[in-house]
């Protein structure tokens, strides 16, 4: 099938006038201007999507679909461990029936914002063999251990055996307030054996900043209330408990070698927020840089009222930055195009192109598939999506300020 538009996005480079791609099953085969495409591929079936620009479909890097059916339902609180004690009322409520359908119903939302491709964070990985994911799907168990650290292994097979039945997946240590050093090890460990992704969430408060810091703060109150052991508080950064816990496995695991299978996945972690850096820690990341991916979601961030993003700095350390929705218990939908804007709004400085790139190219290599996953090119995954194009303006601002339903999306190679 040969599909031509105005002009198709491929991420590499301009956008081509009057443009085509043919697809093969699920891939791309061949990109280019219409005259030639069709000349080459003279057999196929043409698709003329008219003024419209073909593109990429998005790559969330990191939400929480369970949470879809929370919208609306917590205001922003004083305090993140309020947040956390008013979601955990809420999720009190919530049966694993419940859960199934909001986990459908952020599928759905997603796919018609254009995202065609999605790391979800589920903290009920049993319920994923009863639900369709209908774009292309990592799912990530989300595992805290804060309230039985002793059950670390247990905790991570049960959700491994409820993982490996779908076709992407990784393991979520939820983050270094809620999972322990231990949980961190294993959950790299069996990332490296089964040559899977990791991602986490990092430094996201100011309040986790003061808990590891200072040993002190509402976090490091409610922390202790529910029986934590803080030990490791009052004299680093969230960012040092970290990189010190991977540190630590990722030498453990060279001096293990002999297990051949250990050394497969160097993809690096996807870390989400990363909002409260100490200037220590920009000296610690100058040693670690680019080796891991950042998702920052903008309008989670807004409603959280955390401190600024630090995007240039983080950009001009190498890390590959992306974007992502968080949940709908902290945002008002699953909208890429709305996080862009917002981003935009914090970063005008940064061209559309580049916002673009976060929810594409940037994914794409987040999720260790920079070879398939985010641009239109010849052996790359037929998801793409289109958009309507009056080239009145750049065709990337028009994208960006797309505010509808996408009414044109194809996904591994099927409208
Ligand atoms: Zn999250």
């Known amino acids: ?75 922003p609180q004083k305090s993140f461990a309020d947040w956390i004690r008013a979601i955990n009322a809420e999720k009190a409520r919530l049966s694993a029936q419940d859960y199934v359908a909001s986990i459908a119903e952020g599928f759905a939302e997603a796919k018609r914002f254009g995202t065609t491709t999605i790391a979800n964070l589920t903290a009920f990985p049993e319920l994923i063999a009863r639900i369709d994911p209908l774009i292309r799907t990592w799912w990530f168990a989300e595992l805290i251990d804060v309230r039985s650290p002793e059950r670390v292994n247990e905790l991570v097979d049960l959700a491994v055996k409820s993982l490996k039945p779908a076709a992407n997946w990784g393991l979520a240590p939820h983050a270094p307030f809620t999972a322990s050093k231990d949980l961190y090890r294993r959950c790299e460990e069996v990332a490296r054996c089964e040559n899977v992704l990791l991602t986490t969430h990092l430094a996201e408060s100011r309040e986790e900043m003061s808990m590891f810091r200072d040993g002190a703060g509402p976090l490091y109150e409610f922390m202790k209330e529910i029986g934590r052991d803080m030990s490791d508080c009052g004299d680093q950064t969230p960012l040092d408990r970290f990189l010190g816990t991977v540190r630590d496995s990722s030498t453990a695991l060279r001096s293990a070698r002999n297990d051949k299978k250990a050394v497969r996945n160097d993809a690096g972690w996807i870390v989400a927020h990363l909002n409260e850096l100490a200037e220590s820690d920009f000296e610690l990341l100058e040693t670690f840089r680019g080796k891991f991916h950042v998702v920052h979601s903008p309008r989670s961030h807004d409603y959280f009222a955390h401190s600024a993003f630090a995007f240039e700095r983080l950009r001009d350390l190498g890390f590959n930055l992306c974007l992502g929705t968080d949940s709908l218990a902290s945002n008002e939908n699953l909208s890429l195009f709305a996080e862009m804007r917002a981003f935009r709004r914090g970063e005008p400085a940064v061209s559309p192109k580049e916002v673009l790139e976060m929810v594409t190219v940037n994914g794409g290599r987040a999720l260790g598939r920079p070879q398939i996953l985010g641009r239109i090119r010849a052996n790359y995954f037929a998801d793409l999506i289109a958009i309507p194009c009056r080239g009145i303006t750049d065709v990337f601002e028009e994208i960006l300020a797309f505010d509808e339903p996408v009414h044109w999306i194809m996904l591994n190679g099927k409208t």
């Open 1 to 75: 099938m040969i599909i031509r538009a105005r002009a198709i996005l491929t991420m590499d480079g301009s956008p081509i006038e009057n443009g085509a791609v043919a697809i093969s099953g699920n891939r791309i085969i061949d990109v280019g201007s219409f005259p030639e495409v069709s000349a080459r591929h003279s057999e196929q079936e043409i698709v003329d999507l008219g003024e419209q620009a073909l593109l990429p479909g998005f790559i969330n890097a990191h939400c929480h679909l369970d949470y879809t059916c929370l919208r609306g339902q917590i205001p």
